[in-house]
């Protein structure tokens, strides 16, 4: 049993209509409010051709049930969502922004990459190697010659403490540049100006209140580094603040970390990252919670530093909601701070963090939504790699997935101008 659309909007009368294979003996069709524990009513309905039709208006925001009791057997239901006028108008988009291949420390190509990202259910993806912009710019190259249905975004992983100490970073760590339109390692290339601009800094930070512990002229970098990304157009990322390296060390200095959660110069951080760095995850969200009330929210981002096309990839990810599937509205989003962090644990279970109503309204995508949704992005991505494999064309093959893709999307949610 299935119903159409699945999320709609709070106060509009929606029509709808349930699929079953059959529609005798039925009793009568409630509506319950999952959040709302006194919500039930029973509802006049019409069958027409196996279809249960009727209208309703959802007056509460949140997930609710469709119960369709029979006089015969046990009942069957079916969920649906209610957002509101401004929710409606955004599609949520699934995607991972921190990852490497060859052009730094990982093992498969860009364009290897993207097409694990997609096979993986993926509808963005950015290749954020390690001070290296032109890996991104491969890819975007390619999936636009390969005509593949992913957005890649620019990106690169910037080693705030400068490209020679990448993995020790000097307590500086490291950030993510997304959708700049340049490199933010090539800027740092000009050795004059990149000092003459961390002076500049430094003197802009002592007129500032901030944690007297720390030293401007060290944590002017990171702030040099966020201000390139915005002047770049691009969104700064901090990825995995609470990464424990081999000297036993935090890789970010932490009161750097939360002063830059202060400054309100970032656009998100990373709360989900490599698995092996996991028991540390749930300390970045307890310190944005902190900081939070005071200060700009911040995206929380999943992603999953993989290293090779099979490293994790799809084991964590963001969902962005955004007006449509671009770099430009991406970015946009990321900077309004509406993501919600994922990871896939283990049977299938997943954990959430997000603004509460993000995080419900994702659990819910999880459920509904994305199981169709991954599987097609999979078999989309097969198609696309037994196409270049064989040096054939599938196009029809690909087109009729693709219009599967467009429909299920089309079917599940609410059409609102």
């Known amino acids: 049993m299935k119903i159409t659309p699945n999320v709609v909007v709070e106060n509009e009368n ?24 006194y919500h039930k009513d029973k509802i006049d309905y019409t069958v027409q051709n196996n279809h249960i039709v009727f209208t309703y208006t959802m007056n509460y925001l949140g997930e609710f049930i469709v ?88 990106g690169e992983e910037v080693s705030v403490g400068g490209k020679k100490d990448m993995s020790i970073a000097q307590g500086n ?40 512990t720390i030293d401007p002229f060290h944590y002017a970098k990171n702030i040099w580094v966020i201000k390139k990304i915005k002047e770049a157009n691009g969104a700064s990322i901090l990825a995995h603040p609470n990464w424990v390296y081999r000297d036993g060390k935090y890789h970010l200095h932490q009161a750097f970390y939360k002063e830059m959660l202060k400054s309100s110069y970032l656009d998100g951080v990373e709360v989900f990252g490599e698995e092996k760095i996991k028991e540390y995850n749930n300390m ?8 939070r009330n005071k200060h700009k929210y911040l995206a ?6 993989a290293h090779d096309s099979d490293h994790e990839v799809g084991e964590r ?15 946009h989003a990321i900077k309004k701070g509406l993501t919600c962090a994922v990871y896939k644990r283990e049977n299938n279970e997943h954990q959430f963090i997000g603004k509460d109503e993000l995080a419900q309204y994702v659990y819910f995508l999880i459920k509904e939504y ?22 054939e064309s599938f196009e029809k093959r690909i087109n009729a997935v693709k219009l599967k893709l467009k429909n299920h999307t089309n079917a599940f949610f609410f059409r609102y101008n």
């Not at 005798?24 to 069709?29: F, L, T």
């Open 67 to 154: 119960k369709v009791n029979f006089t015969y057997k046990e009942s069957k239901s079916v969920c649906l969502y209610c957002v509101d006028k401004e929710m409606i108008k955004l599609r949520p988009f699934k995607g991972d922004l921190h990852m490497h291949s060859v052009y730094s420390d990982g093992k498969t190509t860009p364009f290897a990459m993207a097409l694990a990202s997609l096979q993986a259910g993926m509808d963005f993806v950015s290749i954020t190697d390690h001070d290296s912009y032109e890996g991104s710019l491969e890819a975007i190259e390619k999936v636009k010659q390969n005509n593949i249905d992913i957005l890649v975004l620019s």
């Open 173 to 212: 760590g490291h950030i993510l540049s997304i959708n700049a339109n340049s490199s933010i390692e090539e800027q740092r290339k000009n050795t004059q100006k990149y000092e003459q601009e961390l002076q500049e800094i430094v003197e802009e930070l002592q007129k500032e209140d901030i944690d007297k």
């Open 284 to 291: 970045t969200h307890l310190t944005a919670l902190q900081i």
């Open 317 to 331: 990810f963001s969902i962005v909601f955004a007006k449509e599937r671009s770099a430009e509205n991406i970015t």
């Open 300 to 305: 929380p981002f999943a992603n999953s530093d």
């Open 370 to 391: 994305y199981p169709k949704h991954n599987s097609l992005k999979s078999r989309l991505a097969k198609l696309y790699i037994d196409q270049l494999i064989n040096s």
């Open 14 to 37: 929606t029509a709808y209509k349930i699929t079953l294979k059959n529609t005798s003996n039925i009793e009568s069709v409630e509506v319950l409010s999952r959040g709302d524990y």
